[in-house]
């Protein structure tokens, strides 16, 4: 069964830091273009930053850009976000997900992603 578990979620104060995890199960994981998402409170779920499968590139979106940093581990099929100098609007459910894709995926739909993590809360307090 093809599964994401997300770790690293919390309450962080303004300006401060978290690292969320993601690990990938039942898939071949290096062949799988991966992103975070979040879901602000009464928001659509927007995507984040994404990193592809061929070439290990980033796409951010540019409210995060500078701030946030994604990576992949292959042989630990997990991958990860680095969130520095967060804010309040940043506080969200984050989600990973993943696409049977090689190469990058922030220019598909969401309606794509195969795979999708159940979620870890972000709050950033002021």
């Known amino acids: 069964e093809e599964q994401l578990v997300e770790f690293g979620g919390g309450m962080v104060e303004s300006g401060g830091s978290l690292r969320l995890s993601c690990v990938a199960s039942?898939?071949?994981?290096?062949?799988?273009?991966m992103a975070w998402f979040r879901q602000l409170p009464g928001k659509e779920r927007e995507g984040v930053a994404y990193?592809?499968?061929?070439?290990?590139?980033?796409h951010y979106l540019d409210t995060v850009n500078g701030r946030f940093t994604i990576s992949r581990d292959n042989a630990k099929k997990t991958v990860y976000l680095q969130m520095n100098s967060l804010k309040p609007e940043d506080t969200a459910v984050y989600y990973c997900?993943?696409?049977?894709?090689?190469?990058?995926?922030?220019?598909?739909?969401?309606?794509?992603?195969?795979?999708w993590g159940q979620g870890t809360q972000v709050t950033v307090s002021s």
């Open positions: 997900a993943a696409m049977e894709h090689w190469g990058s995926s922030w220019h598909l739909p969401q309606e794509l992603y195969d795979v």
């Open positions: 039942g898939f071949t994981f290096e062949h799988w273009a």
């Open positions: 990193i592809s499968s061929s070439d290990g590139s980033t």
